[in-house]
């Protein structure tokens, strides 16, 4: 199979999903969202941590 360079062209890719997450994923957050963040809160802290400045738990669009 043969690739194409463009298909891994990020320059070329990023404004593509910068628009397409604009015009079609960030107008609000809704109530998944919010419940998701409630869940990682409640969980975080049953674990006692207070000296976390990040998580990542990835966006769960791929």
């Given at each position: 199979?043969?690739?194409?360079?463009?298909l891994?062209?990020?320059?070329l890719?990023r404004?593509?999903?910068n628009?397409w997450?604009?015009?079609t994923?960030e107008?609000?957050?809704?109530e998944?969202?919010?419940?998701q963040r409630r869940?990682v809160?409640?969980?975080l802290a049953?674990r006692?941590r207070?000296?976390?400045?990040?998580?990542d738990?990835?966006c769960?669009?791929?």
């Amino acid at each position: 199979m043969v690739t194409s360079p463009l298909l891994h062209d990020t320059t070329l890719q990023r404004p593509f999903w910068n628009r397409w997450n604009a015009e079609t994923r960030e107008h609000a957050v809704d109530e998944m969202p919010a419940r998701q963040r409630r869940e990682v809160l409640e969980w975080l802290a049953t674990r006692g941590r207070r000296d976390l400045d990040i998580i990542d738990v990835g966006c769960g669009a791929g």
